[in-house]
């Protein structure tokens, strides 16, 4: 019995040191999965924070980016390819034609506006060199002439990028709105605005104001900056000395050079009579995206009384003075901005 008692001691030892084994290794695992518990929890703590302080900022960024971009529909963005891209475009009969011209000059404030800023040069009659008198004249328009079409330019690539998106916002529908009126165009006619909507080659404006003043002799230029010769029935105005006593009409007098060629060009982009010119300049735009002043001047026959001979001298002058050199013609951009979009 005792030896029996023994062997059932020697047999149940090594269970209970299993056992024991067992336990602590039991332990051992029972920590290693609290930990990786801990460690599940904590992480989802972490994100869960993180998602509740992030979520106002991406609220903002969302609002900012996002939503001012789908406050208007645009609904020219159906026939946008036609007005970019359509050469035929005139075989509507309806585009371009004389709409509402009654506000076109509102904003240049033909006859009163100083623009903000005065004359840094003046015209004069008195130099006696007809080399230098053009020289100098030249010097004065052009930079206003390149001014005013660079801004023009910019309108026109501002233009292009509000139709090609699918969106656009409230600030972009009412610069289209303004753009509009300024054009004399009815609301949402794209296809007459991009044709209205574009530059006047530098050497046509400078033969023009050239022909009109004098190169810059005249008395119109000297007492009204009248560069073009633009006529007025109702505004501010110089008499002509050989018009009749029956006429009313005068030529438009302004405050500075600038106002003169805005209002030009604005003329130039708006009346009727020159929207052969117009439709010229747009073929010239789709076929070779530049301009050709020679043969844009044969449809500026109804700027002057005197027709088809008017448009011979403005070519004559183009060519003799190699205006076109000034076609390619830059302002140097004062930011980086202005390069870009330039």
Same mark, same amino acid.
């Given at each position: ?40 929890? %904590? ?40 007005? /970019? ?91 289209? %709105? ?35 003043? =004098? ?13 073009? =010769? ?16 029956? %006429? ?8 500075? /050079? ?48 005197? =027709? ?29 901005? /202005?390069?870009?979009?330039?």
């Amino acid at each position: 019995m005792p030896k029996k008692n023994r062997n059932e001691l020697l047999f149940i030892k090594p269970n209970s040191i299993k056992f024991k084994r067992l336990k602590k290794n039991s332990k051992k695992n029972f920590f290693k999965k609290d930990y990786k518990s801990l460690s599940k929890f %904590s992480l989802a703590s972490a994100i869960l924070i993180l998602i509740f302080f992030g979520l106002p900022v991406m609220t903002n960024f969302i609002s900012e980016n996002f939503s001012a971009n789908i406050e208007v529909s645009n609904i020219s963005k159906k026939n946008f390819d036609l007005t /970019l891209n359509n050469k035929e475009i005139f075989k509507n009969e309806n585009v371009d034609d004389e709409t509402n011209l009654e506000n076109v000059f509102d904003d240049i404030d033909v006859f009163n506006s100083d623009e903000n800023n005065l004359n840094t040069s003046r015209l004069s009659g008195k130099i006696e060199s007809t080399k230098k008198r053009k020289n100098l004249f030249i010097q004065i328009v052009l930079p206003l002439i390149i001014e005013e079409n660079t801004k023009i330019r910019l309108d026109r690539k501002k233009l292009f990028a509000i139709l090609n998106k699918n969106n656009n916002s409230k600030a972009e529908k009412e610069w289209l %709105s303004k753009k509009f009126k300024q054009y004399g165009v009815k609301s949402n006619d794209f296809s007459t605005l991009k044709i209205r909507m574009d530059v006047i080659p530098v050497s046509l404006a400078i033969a023009q104001a050239a022909k009109e003043t =004098g190169w810059g002799t005249s008395r119109f230029a000297q007492e009204g900056n009248a560069l073009f =010769g633009q006529w007025t029935w109702s505004g501010e105005g110089i008499k002509p000395a050989g018009a009749d006593g029956n %006429s009313k009409h005068k030529v438009a007098k302004f405050k500075v /050079l600038k106002a003169s060629v805005k209002a030009y060009q604005r003329n130039l982009n708006t009346h009727s009579g020159y929207k052969e010119f117009r439709r010229e300049r747009a073929i010239q735009r789709d076929n070779e995206g530049k301009l050709n002043s020679l043969l844009l001047v044969n449809y500026l026959d109804k700027y002057a009384e005197t =027709g088809v001979e008017y448009t011979k001298i403005l070519k004559k002058i183009i060519e003799q003075n190699s205006l076109t050199e000034f076609d390619d013609v830059k302002i140097l951009p004062t930011t980086k901005k /202005l390069k870009n979009l330039i």
